[in-house]
């Protein structure tokens, strides 16, 4: 792409910058894919499209729509694929689509305009929200395919996705009672506040009956419908011997509701019904905005990994015929193309050539492979075209079974919460019995007045309401900056860390050769050369030559009988001299103890320059590597070979002894789950078994994006600069918890001897407690503008 | 004071209406995708004749 | 959104044009009514001495036209546009629309002619006889089958939250009118409520305050919800927001009633309770508030250049301050300075002229051009508008701040020293605020020039737009399994408790209705004090005439427990001693003193020749005069059937009173006019309604004095 415009001009399309200007009916446009969309829009009458754009805001970024047109949507017409993907309901099928694509409403609008165009289509819904498109379809009358090329005319690429329909609805049901509970619990409570204000303000008489009568009905919704999930919690853990933060909270409502009815019922106008509906209120709304914020970042992840549809050509008696990878079956002979993945495991059939094993290894220099050779899901071909007959489908494929082993075994971390609750709650039940116990004989009204005291001033407003909201603040803070928080108690782990594991290729490194030092001649000339053979080969130390010349602004020029031998490099033409671009042989590298790839530049047979290419370490890896050394053990785990590994360790001043090579992904994980308190960071897919078995896992950017459900913690951008930033937030969030449990020990000691020896009454306790979360609320937000001035410092 | 007697129940039944209202909007999904429905009424059919004219 | 077969419908614009063009005209009338009486305080000559031009009988009429025919109609062209846009539906039926718009307009009518003869119930904004209200029954029953009808017909799942604040409207105003219209009828346009005294109060207010509030906030609030992102072409700021503000707004507003009667005899916690909730509203609103501003951010160029996104921005933001002046007012302590003062008619007007009338003004701005598919004849007579209107709303609103301070101090000064009344005569007071009453009717005038360049400016709009053909729209049609609003055709479990729910409430609302009405109108429950008698034949007569006249615009009947009040008029009102007034007659407003005990204190002759002309008693009283009241003759032959439906209606009289109920009154006018003739007035003067009038005003507060209450507490500053 040529550089950059000095004005930014932005695409009439899609609102891209432009780089290269494409000019159409007096508008600018990026490429010729908006072209040709805004052509079709226009031509069928859509051009309010570009009006609704302006007023509506952009919910993700949009991209241009050059690549979008080209596909071929055959493979949906296929029988097997239409009962996998699509439920068919009385001659209507129903099937999910994603899109990258769908940013926002007026995208909504056009798709909504499908069925002017598409016949057949029954019911067609887009939500923006997550980017879906619910189509009903008509079976005799409509063709997804038609649908499909029509939308992808208009720059909207839809990829099949097969949600299992239960757990989405079932997750949806789950939502909607939640809410429903929320506003019961906010209706009792408006109303019973209203009969509090005025029994304070001195109601008497038969009114002050009535409104107690009405306070006690009004609670009894609010006891078994709003609060049933603090019951339900409560049993379980009880059933599980398992401690859950609920358990304080059910005990305060049943007792307060025992005590108030009690008193209800002997006409005394001495209740707690209004305090404990408002706890209600606000525990099920902090929850709620917290389940809010981390479904809003998980949802788009989670759909992304479920695109596994990958369309492949299988060869049938005559021809070869696109079909969706999930219908394959063992036996079928399909055809690998150049820069594809394979989508299941396989024995090459036909053709020969490089393939890169970084599943395995994790190491991507390609390696060549012959006839009959077993392949697994998940490898890259560098080569033409092999043909390669399927052994498991991609359901059960090496890859499939490493994710299905990888199920969630979480180590029953006891986050810093619990064990200080448990302690506080133990104390205040044991107390608030003791108090009954001894004042039995006598004053039995005394010791419940001090019971209850005891237990409304000990109510885990800290806990139950403060913290859902720090971790909330937490993970939005995080989202914003590109990181996505799975597990939500993996914050609290953070800082338990001792070791951290890093993997190098594509971590610590970019995980593709790129040119290391360049001797001998180096002029123009032998740039445009070695870029003008290299352009077409998709090869690793292909592009990585191509890149590097490109950047001392190599020209292309007219290449004269081009020929690729595999696995050796390039020779051609090229304005009358002779050039071959020659890898040589690995074993000569090796007596250097160093590992890496040389290639030699031929000019008339006669060799001018050496290269030497290697996976260069990230910018950031050497600082943040340096910063975190001081307080954890920083060791590399890869699949490469130990000279590397070691180069690479050497490059970021680890000790050898921490550095280890050649470590099969199997291994990795044992490694890791050996000492207790590891944190393990990876982009490839043979990281994964380590990071779900590590204390902490995390997954950055990179080719195993159909697994991240399994990992803590997920980074959006590449490398491990967001390494930094989640780090702070985790001992941020650590703190205030800290604090938090902190100030709450200290006030429910003070409060428990107090309330023990009576000087506090049930009444004094119930306003003191609002006044101490709203200490800790004021204290949160405190904290929170500190980090976020930190975070803005840090990126 | 005992018109109380009276407006209390009014208003309790009001109040349950809403309650009634409120569950079934839950129900029948009204709170799904809002920042769509937010922008929908801008850009509905009539708006959108009125849009062209402006350019 | 969701497509399926597409199905192609028009909108019915017709009828929003039809109820445009009456909010226009209704307006008008409105706002000149509203100037006459404002000049008819300035000065008393302009009531003319004709009976139907009296400040009494007009006030009223004002207040319900700008309520119910101005606003009313206001908000009926709003939501019927808006419900068809958002629904993409046409209205259930034409027909229903039609009997809509034509009966509205009658019950306009016959109201202006029923409250100028003098036929109202007596309580405020609820002044229309009982047929006149059941025919707003009938029609409003009208526009919600027409409403819920075209909701059902919605070709739109998602419903938007302007019509959730239309639905909450609906429900709303139906409850409080059907409760506070529950009426006795005497005749044709004569009825008594059948609650009395407190109870009748708080029933009345609970209804004032809801029906001001539900019937001009919560629509407007939905129009503009649905006006303003469209006027502005962008998305409301937080729709999250709007939809929070709605359900709290909804579950809070009922219980606001109570805070127009603080420092009355209502209950002391019943007072607290209503202040408490008064300041709760003030959330809700504010949060409607910011979001109809911010959904302005960004494109105030365009406000500055548009008026009617100017007027619309105004509008919003005059909400917040009324909503923001309401809760403080409801505040005990302020409440004493301010109630019965004008600040409180600075307060009602800063939110109906502030933001019922600037919304209408943007709205209609907004969809005249839409409708007539032209442009708008004039922007600058749009703004020249917009500026009239607020300097006179400005005039209006500090006048009525400076008038209702001074005055409300005035009534309290106290000598440090002595400790009696820096000001014992009332007039004093009076007299220091005449002059605002001038700025005020001057700021009125400057408001119905402003709405009448209005008119000019829309009438020429529409003059200039050509023929324009109706629009056929698309749109598919949602499927039906959502089933009818309530109902889903597949029913799973969820379903059956939200079933449930509603026909426990329907059972409660048969229930509560059949057991409790006849409880209450049973003496059962009123408490009872035996030195308080019921009214005599004759008092009754000249009850009716008060309330005929509407002097309760004037004059309150409600001494509160304070220092300056006992002194000034006696022991402060027990609830006991109103337990026989149907309608009560507590008043919100002394622009005349209050007479709750102004029985005994002035011979009849006072009376007489005040009512003749008050200037002869007060020098510069500025009450009009009440001519008639010497020529027409008290009606006699109705008192027994007033007596029995009284006496239906709980109050003990026997049947032996009621048999010689006209004997009895005319024994009573006679001892009157033996005590009138030694001044000089003639015998044959015994059968006028003066007479009448002055056996009720001597005996207001006599028995009350000495009786003691616990429920109001004792002296409290």
Redesign the interface.
Same mark, same amino acid.
Do not use: H
């Given at each position: 792409m040529a550089t950059p415009q000095p004005v930014q001009a932005k695409c009439y399309h899609c609102g891209l910058p432009i780089f290269s200007e494409q000019k159409y009916d007096g508008k600018v446009f990026c490429c010729s894919g908006c072209v040709s969309v805004f052509q079709i829009l226009s031509y069928n009458g859509l051009e309010n499209y570009y009006q609704i754009k302006q007023s509506s805001k952009n919910i993700k970024t949009p991209s241009p729509a050059f690549e979008k047109q080209e596909n071929d949507y055959s493979y949906i017409e296929q029988e097997s694929f239409l009962e996998k993907f699509f439920i068919l309901e009385d001659g209507i099928y129903k099937g999910m689509f994603f899109s990258k694509d769908i940013h926002c409403s007026a995208c909504a609008w056009l798709l909504n305009q499908l069925p002017q165009t598409v016949s057949g289509v029954e019911f067609l819904r887009v939500s923006i929200e997550n980017s879906i498109l619910e189509v009903h379809l008509k079976r005799d009358k409509g063709s997804f395919r038609a649908l499909l090329s029509q939308a992808a005319k208009w720059g909207y690429h839809l990829e099949p996705i097969l949600t299992n329909e239960e757990a989405n609805k079932r997750k949806k049901e789950q939502k909607k009672l939640k809410l429903k509970k929320i506003a019961v619990a906010a209706v009792c409570t408006g109303n019973i506040m209203m009969f509090s204000v005025a029994s304070y303000a001195g109601v008497s008489g038969d009114f002050q009956q009535l409104f107690l009568k009405l306070s006690a009905l009004f609670f009894i919704p609010v006891l078994f419908y709003s609060s049933r999930d603090f019951f339900l919690n409560t049993f379980n853990s009880f059933k599980s011997k398992q401690f859950s933060i609920d358990i304080p909270i059910a005990i305060a409502l049943i007792m307060g509701g025992f005590y108030g009815y009690k008193n209800v019922i002997s006409g005394q106008d001495l209740h707690y019904f209004d305090t404990l509906s408002v706890l209600v209120f606000f525990i099920l709304s902090s929850r709620y905005i917290l389940d809010w914020a981390r479904d809003k970042g998980q949802s788009q992840q989670e759909l992304l990994s479920l695109l596994n549809s990958s369309i492949v050509q299988k060869k049938t008696e005559t021809s070869w015929q696109p079909v969706h990878s999930s219908t394959l079956n063992p036996g079928d002979i399909i055809l690998l193309k150049s820069n594809e993945i394979l989508c299941c495991d396989a024995t090459l059939q036909k053709g020969e050539g490089y393939i890169d094993k970084s599943i395995l290894t994790g190491e991507s220099l390609p390696i060549k492979v012959k006839v009959g050779e077993a392949l697994l899901s998940g490898m890259k071909s560098y080569s033409s075209e092999f043909e390669v007959q399927v052994q498991k489908t991609p359901a059960d494929s090496y890859f499939a079974q490493m994710t299905k082993s990888v199920i969630d075994q979480h180590s029953p971390f006891q986050g810093l919460l619990e064990r200080y609750s448990k302690f506080l709650i133990f104390f205040s039940l044991i107390s608030a019995l003791a108090i009954l116990f001894f004042s039995y004989p006598q004053d039995l009204q005394e010791g419940q007045f001090r019971a209850l005291a005891v237990l409304i001033i000990t109510c885990p407003c800290a806990l139950g309401l403060i913290s859902p909201l720090i971790i909330y603040n937490a993970i939005k803070t995080l989202a914003q900056k590109g990181i996505i928080l799975f597990q939500t108690d993996a914050l609290e782990r953070i800082p338990h860390v001792k070791k951290i594991y890093f993997d190098k290729t594509g971590t610590l490194t970019y995980g593709k050769l790129s040119v290391g030092s360049w001797s001998g001649v180096k002029n123009q000339e032998v740039f445009n050369a070695v870029y003008s053979l290299e352009k077409f080969s998709i090869h690793p130390v292909a592009t990585a030559l191509s890149q590097y010349c490109l950047e001392n602004d190599a020209v292309e020029i007219e290449v004269g009988s081009f020929q690729e031998n595999l696995g050796q490099g390039v020779q051609g033409w090229v304005d009358e001299k002779f050039w071959e671009i020659k890898a040589s042989n690995l074993q000569l590298a090796k007596e250097k103890e160093e590992i890496s790839l040389t290639v030699s530049i031929y000019k008339n047979r006669e060799r001018i320059s050496t290269i030497e290419l290697n996976d260069k370490l990230r910018e950031e890896s050497y600082s943040i590597v340096s910063k975190l050394k001081k307080r954890f053990q920083i060791k590399i785990l890869s699949g490469d070979k130990k000279q590397n590994v070691y180069k690479v360790g050497s490059q970021i001043g680890i000790t050898e002894s921490d550095c280890y090579g050649e470590v099969s992904p199997e291994s990795k994980a044992v490694i890791v789950s050996e000492n207790y308190h590891a944190l393990m960071i990876g982009d490839g897919i043979n990281d994964l078994p380590a990071i779900s078995k590590s204390f902490v896992g995390i997954a950055t950017k990179g080719q195993m994006k159909n697994a991240i459900k399994h990992c803590d913690i997920y980074f959006l951008n590449e490398g491990i600069g967001s390494l930094d930033v989640l780090i702070n937030v985790a001992d941020d969030v650590n703190k205030q918890i800290k604090v938090n449990i902190g100030f709450a020990l200290v006030y429910n000691l003070l409060g428990i001897t107090l309330a023990t020896m009576g000087h506090i009454t049930p009444l004094f306790a119930a306003i003191f407690m609002p006044v101490t979360s709203l200490v800790l609320l004021t204290h949160y937000i405190y904290r929170n503008n500190l980090l976020e001035k930190k975070i803005r410092v840090l990126t | 004071?005992?018109?109380?007697?009276?407006?209390?129940? #009014?208003?309790?039944?009001?109040?349950?209406?809403?309650?009634?209202?409120?569950?079934?909007?839950?129900?029948? %999904?009204?709170? %799904?995708?809002?920042?769509?429905?937010? %922008?929908? #009424?801008?850009? &509905? &059919? %009539?708006?959108?004749?009125?849009?062209?004219d402006d350019? | 959104m969701t497509t399926s077969k597409l199905e192609s419908f028009r909108y019915d614009d017709k009828i929003v044009k039809f109820f445009i063009i009456a909010t226009m005209v209704w307006g008008a009338v409105a706002m000149l009514l509203g100037v006459t009486i404002a000049f008819q305080l300035a000065d008393w000559r302009l009531n003319l001495g004709l009976e139907w031009m009296t400040f009494g009988r007009m006030r009223p009429l004002h207040t319900n036209a700008a309520i119910f025919a101005f606003a009313g109609n206001g908000i009926f062209a709003g939501v019927y546009y808006s419900m068809q846009r958002l629904c993409k539906a046409r209205l259930f039926s034409d027909k229903l629309s039609r009997v809509h718009f034509w009966g509205w307009q009658l019950i306009i009518v016959s109201a202006a002619i029923s409250l100028l003869s003098g036929a109202t119930t007596g309580k405020e904004y609820a002044e229309l006889e009982w047929p006149i209200d059941i025919a707003i029954t009938v029609i409003w029953v009208v526009f919600a089958v027409n409403f819920f009808g075209t909701l059902f017909n919605r070709r739109e799942k998602h419903i938007y939250v302007a019509i959730w604040f239309y639905i909450a409207t609906i429900i709303t105003v139906a409850v409080l009118h059907i409760v506070n219209s529950l009426e006795f009828p005497v005749s044709f346009m004569k009825s008594y409520s059948i609650y009395a005294g407190v109870q009748d109060a708080l029933v009345q207010w609970w209804y004032g305050h809801n029906a001001v509030a539900f019937f001009l906030t919560t629509p407007f609030l939905g129009l503009m919800y649905y006006f303003i992102p469209k006027a502005a072409k962008r998305p409301v700021y937080s729709y999250r927001l709007s939809i929070i503000h709605f359900w709290s707004l909804v579950f809070i507003y009922i219980w606001a009633g109570p805070h127009h009667l603080l420092y009355s005899s209502l209950p002391n916690w019943v007072q607290t309770l209503g202040m408490v909730f008064s300041v709760a509203l003030w959330a809700p609103s504010w949060g409607g508030m910011i979001n109809g501003l911010l959904t302005l951010r960004g494109a105030w160029d365009q406000v500055r250049r548009e008026p009617m996104l100017k007027f619309m921005a105004a509008a919003v933001t005059f909400y917040g301050m009324a909503t923001f002046e309401g809760p403080l007012l409801s505040i005990k302590s302020f409440n004493s300075l301010a109630h019965y003062t004008d600040w409180i008619v600075g307060h009602v007007h800063s939110g109906t002229i502030g933001w019922n009338y600037f919304l209408i003004a943007g709205i209609l701005y907004y969809l005249v051009p839409q409708l007539w598919r032209t442009k708008i004849y004039s922007k600058e007579l749009g703004q020249m508008q917009f500026w009239t209107a607020t300097i006179g709303l400005a005039l209006y609103i500090v006048s009525m701040w400076i008038a209702g301070v001074t005055q409300g101090l005035m009534w309290r000064a106290v000598e440090p020293d002595t400790g009696n009344l820096v000001y014992p005569h009332f007039i004093e007071t009076v007299v220091r605020i005449v002059p605002m009453y001038w700025v005020r009717a001057i700021g009125g005038t400057l408001v119905l020039i402003s709405f009448i360049m209005m008119i000019y400016n829309l009438y020429k709009t529409i003059k200039n737009a050509g023929e324009h053909e109706e629009e056929v729209f698309q749109a598919p049609a949602i499927e039906k399994s959502k089933g009818f609003l309530f109902f889903k055709k597949h029913r799973e479990l969820e379903g059956l408790p939200l079933i449930f729910t509603i026909l426990v409430v329907i059972a409660i609302g048969v229930g509560s209705a059949i057991e409790i009405i006849p409880s209450l109108v049973s003496t059962k429950f009123i408490q009872k004090n035996e030195a308080i008698t019921p009214y005599t034949p004759l008092e009754l007569a000249g009850r009716d005439i008060y309330i005929r006249e509407g002097c309760y615009t004037c004059h309150s009947q409600m001494i509160r427990p304070m220092a300056a009040e006992t002194m000034r008029y006696g022991k402060y009102s027990k609830a006991a001693e109103f337990v026989y007034d149907r309608p009560f007659q507590w008043g919100s407003r002394r622009i005349g003193p209050d007479i709750a005990r102004v029985g005994g204190k002035y011979p009849h002759m006072w009376h007489y020749r005040h009512m003749w002309d008050p200037r002869e008693v007060t020098l510069d009283s500025i009450m009009p005069k009440y001519p008639w009241l010497f020529s027409k003759k008290t009606d006699y032959q109705v008192l027994p059937k007033k007596l029995k439906v009284m006496a239906a209606l709980g109050v003990p009289y026997g049947s032996e009173q009621i048999e010689n109920a006209v004997a009895n009154a005319k024994e009573q006018a006679e001892e009157i006019i033996a005590a009138l003739e030694e001044g000089g007035v003639e015998n044959k003067m015994k059968d006028k309604q003066i007479v009448a009038l002055i056996a009720y005003l001597q005996r207001l507060g006599v028995e009350g004095r000495d009786i003691e209450d616990e429920s109001t507490q004792e002296e409290e500053e």
């Open positions: - | 004071m005992n018109i109380l007697i009276f407006l209390i129940p #009014i208003s309790i039944l009001l109040g349950l209406t809403f309650v009634a209202l409120c569950f079934w909007s839950i129900n029948n %999904e009204q709170y %799904e995708d809002l920042d769509l429905n937010a %922008e929908k #009424i801008i850009f &509905d &059919d %009539e708006s959108l004749r009125r849009l062209n350019k | -």
